[in-house]
């Protein structure tokens, strides 16, 4: 095997100007990279989040039944939660596995008799089940048709594991049947 002078100088060329390259990298110049901004912050209905439901009274066929507590949160405004025996000490109660920001609700009528719809309540939030914060209160509401969506907003900054519908009243009075087709909670964008 032969080998050829011009071979090796063409060699020796070659990795001399690769050495020069890699002494001319300057590895300590900083890097600026354009990052873009954050997504905006999107309205979120975060009800399905949920990993458990309590209800103070329940329906007599229990919570999957069907006009059971489950239906409440369900997303299907032609199915309806029923109980039979309204106290005004009655409360519904969303527990979520890490806290929550909400600061609106919806709540959605059922199919008949409004005299069993929510007439007073409050919205209250909590982390230790506890201490309870009012986030929202309403009075003297009242539905104007079946099956209609009313949405509430408030102002709240803070997150909560717990939220919690304690219905004092209801349209035809303090006792008898209470019904409603659906409750959502819902995060707005911070303002």
Do not use: H
């Not at 509430?152 to 009075?173: H, P, V, W």
């Amino acid at each position: 095997m032969k080998i050829y002078k011009l071979t090796n100088i063409k060699a020796l060329v070659i990795l001399a100007l690769i050495m020069a390259v890699l002494a001319g990298c300057d590895k300590k110049k900083e890097r600026i990279y354009e990052l873009l901004p954050p997504d905006p912050e999107v309205e979120m209905d975060v009800t399905d989040g949920n990993i458990g439901m309590t209800v103070s009274i329940e329906n007599t066929g229990g919570p999957n039944a069907g006009e059971g507590s489950r239906k409440l949160i369900d997303n299907d405004l032609s199915s309806k939660f029923l109980i039979f025996s309204f106290e005004p000490t009655f409360y519904i109660q969303l527990e979520f596995d890490a806290p929550e920001r909400v600061d609106a609700y919806t709540f959605t009528s059922a199919n008949d008799a409004d005299g069993r719809d929510p007439k007073n309540w409050k919205i209250l939030g909590s982390n230790d089940l506890t201490e309870w914060k009012e986030l929202d209160s309403k009075t003297d509401q009242a539905f104007t048709e079946r099956k209609q969506t009313i949405r509430f907003e408030y102002t709240n900054a803070d997150s909560y594991k717990y939220y919690r519908l304690a219905i004092s009243a209801l349209k035809g009075g303090t006792s008898g049947l209470f019904q409603m087709a659906e409750w959502r909670l819902i995060k707005r964008p911070k303002q």
